[in-house]
């Protein structure tokens, strides 16, 4: 069994499963056909890819079709093409697995394993609320996010709280678009900061230093 997407889209069911409201005008401007035309919606595909997040022990989080994504935006009244949809939702899921796995490296060797996997219990968009560590970095001159998601992990009981600063960017030809992540514990208990200081410190704190995520773009 499998259900919904993990990312906050609004409202939490199977149809409603693209990116977050404010975020949908970002990924149309940025894959819209320059010279749009009457859009076949009729060649959106309706299947749906199953994630590699676990939901339940036995469940799944399903990304939504491009059916769903073209719905989805076009209530929102951001004027998707179809022809753009088969850019949009692959990239859409690979951003998201690209997050569960910056989380599977902070987890490693802190217990997960023992009661089946880690599971992401639910997820909220805060396109609209700036993280301390984002507001750092734009004050240093590195770009804003674009995005900013909540995930909440369940480690065998214990909850984590992971904040995912989504940051966009361009290559030199300006039509290759990069998206850069930076994942790391929220800083909610001592477990989140301990997760931290070991990550910054290394040796000093613990096995498990690493780096979070992926440096902003300038």
């Not at 059916?67 to 004027?79: D, I």
Request: proline letters at 7%.
């Amino acid at each position: 069994m499998s259900d919904k997407c993990p990312v906050d889209h609004g409202q939490h069911s199977g149809d409603n499963c693209p990116v977050g409201p404010s975020t949908r005008s970002t990924w149309s401007s940025l894959f819209s056909t320059k010279n749009p035309s009457q859009s076949n919606q009729s060649s959106l595909s309706i299947d749906r890819e199953v994630s590699s997040i676990p939901r339940t022990p036995d469940a799944k989080w399903v990304y939504p079709s491009e059916a769903q994504f073209f719905a989805a935006m076009a209530r929102k009244n951001h004027n998707p093409q179809a022809s753009d949809m088969k850019t949009i939702v692959p990239i859409h899921n690979a951003v998201n697995e690209r997050a569960w796995s910056e989380i599977l490296k902070w987890e490693a060797g802190r217990g997960g394993n023992k009661c089946g996997g880690l599971k992401l219990m639910s997820f909220k968009g805060r396109p609209g609320d700036i993280s301390p560590r984002a507001r750092l970095m734009t004050f240093l001159g590195y770009s804003a996010p674009f995005d900013r998601h909540d995930w909440i992990v369940d480690r065998c009981g214990t909850k984590i709280r992971y904040v995912i600063d989504f940051y966009t960017g361009r290559g030199s030809d300006s039509s290759n678009v990069s998206f850069y992540l930076d994942v790391r514990p929220a800083l909610d208990d001592w477990e989140g900061v301990k997760m931290r200081l070991e990550s910054a410190f290394g040796g000093l704190f613990g096995p498990h230093a690493r780096e979070s995520g992926i440096a902003p773009p300038t």
